[in-house]
Each structure stands twice: as C-alpha cells, then as structure tokens.
C-alpha cells in the first residue's frame, strides 16, 4: 500500500467532525481538496469525495441513531424524493463535460451557500408545516444536485426540516445527516461500477471519515447552533466562486 496520500486522514477527521456536527455534507470539502490539492479529474474528484462522504455520514448517522437524536417521520417523508432525484443526478453527471461540471459544481455551492446564510437568519418561524407540493419538488432538486456535483441532500434538506418541517435545529441536522448517507449509498454504487473512485486516497479518506463521524455526533450537543455552518456557508460561497471562474476562464 502507497502512503503518498497519508495526510489526507487527519484532513478527514478534522472534515467529517465538524460536517457531522452542524448537518453538512462532507463531500462539499472533500471534492475541492481532491482537485485542487491532489489534482484528481473532476470527476474522480467528485465522486471519490462523495464515497468518503458515505462512509462518514454513515458513521455519524449510526452515532445519532444510537442516542436517538433523530426524527424517523420526516426521515421518510422526504427520502422517495430524494432517491429519485439521485437518479436523474446520476445521469446528468455522466452527460456534463469536466469544464461544464465545474461550472455546474460552482454554481450550486454558491446557491446552497446563499440559501443556507438566508436560513440561518430566519428568526421567527411560522408554526405552519410547508406543503409537499413545495418539500417534495426542492427534495427532488437536493438528490440531483448530490448525485452530480457532490453537494445537496444534507445542505438543502437541513432548513427543509427545519423550517419546511418545523423540526428543532439540531434535529433538522441530524436528518439531514441521514438523508445525506442514505443517498450517497446509491451514488457511490453507481461511481463504482463506473470506475471513477480513486482507491489510493479513498484508503485515508475513509479511515478519517469512520473517526470523525463519531466524534462530530459526540461534539455537537455543545456547539452553538449556527456558529459552524454560518462558517461553512462563506467557505463553500469562496469555492464555488472560485470553480466559476475557473470554468469561464
């Protein structure tokens, strides 16, 4: 086994802890940490990112089933949507070219960044549960968006939950969480079969994620709510811009 890619397992522990913390998808750090740093193809990127990101918001999920941390009723409410969104992502992702999925990649961070930051300042929520109608169809966009570019389910099922459903914050985290493993389980077995997982970073990758998912589930009931993701949102806003400018460059 080569060890050129060892430091990409603390980079994982560190990743998966704080995603399982405040109800962010992994992949979204992954995928440009893989590009840019180990200059894998974007595709390759995306979906060795998105395999790690399986097996770690599997491993937080597991945490947080364990301490009963989440709501199973929603969980289902929103899952049929979202598989069936993974599916039309899997074809869009194998249709784009590298330069358009880039650009495609770009936009949606920028768009779950913004999203997120709006959610976020939301003060006072409706006691009124959002229709189906409305849940159903931007589910459907979060499956798609995770299957093609990497980011998605979690980031936009998150304020789904918790002002579309009126779950606690924490708990809207937590589904998110599970939604996000349990997509990203059909998206992984799809890149397998299509050879773009890179086995030689995944290796670290994935032994960080299993650690970082349990420490992640155990750190956040003593986070403040908002604090971790209002710092994800610029972070993800200043990748996307990036991989925008790269693309129509």
């Known amino acids: 086994m080569s060890f050129e890619y060892w430091y990409v397992f603390p980079y994982a522990v560190l990743v998966a802890t704080l995603c399982n913390s405040s109800g962010f998808s992994g992949a979204v750090l992954f995928q440009p940490f893989f590009y ?46 979202i598989m069936v969104g993974v599916l039309a992502g899997l074809f869009v992702f194998n249709k784009l070219s590298p330069t358009t999925m880039k650009l495609l ?9 913004i999203s997120q930051l709006m959610s976020s300042r939301v003060k006072k929520k409706s006691d009124t549960p959002w229709s189906l109608w ?19 389910i979690a980031e936009l099922t998150q304020p789904l939950s918790e002002h579309g ?10 589904n998110a969480i599970m939604l996000e493993a349990t ?10 079969s299509l050879g773009n997982i890179r086995w030689d970073i995944l290796i670290f990758s994935a032994s960080g994620v299993l650690i970082g998912g349990q420490l992640g589930a155990l750190v956040s009931v003593h986070l403040p709510d908002r604090l971790l993701k209002t710092i994800f949102c610029f972070a993800i806003a200043a990748v996307g811009s990036f991989y925008i400018w790269v693309s129509i460059r």
């Not at 990649?105 to 960044?113: D, E, Q, R």
């Not at 409305?134 to 998605?152: K, Q, R």
């Not at 459903?165 to 937590?174: C, D, E, I, S």
């Not at 997509?183 to 397998?192: E, F, K, P, V």
């Open 134 to 152: 409305v849940l159903g169809p931007l589910s459907f966009l979060a499956g798609l968006f995770s299957a093609s570019t990497g980011t998605g």
């Open 165 to 174: 459903k009126k779950l606690p914050t924490k708990v809207a985290n937590v």
């Open 36 to 81: 840019l740093v180990l200059q894998t193809p974007v595709p390759q990127s995306i979906a060795t990112g998105i395999a790690t990101e399986t097996i770690g918001m599997t491993s937080g999920s597991i945490r947080y089933f364990m301490m009963k941390k989440h709501d199973f009723k929603s969980y289902i409410y929103f899952l049929p949507w």
């Open 183 to 192: 997509g990203d389980w059909m998206i992984t077995a799809a890149n397998l």
């Open 105 to 113: 990649v770009g936009l949606v961070m920028v768009m779950v960044a």
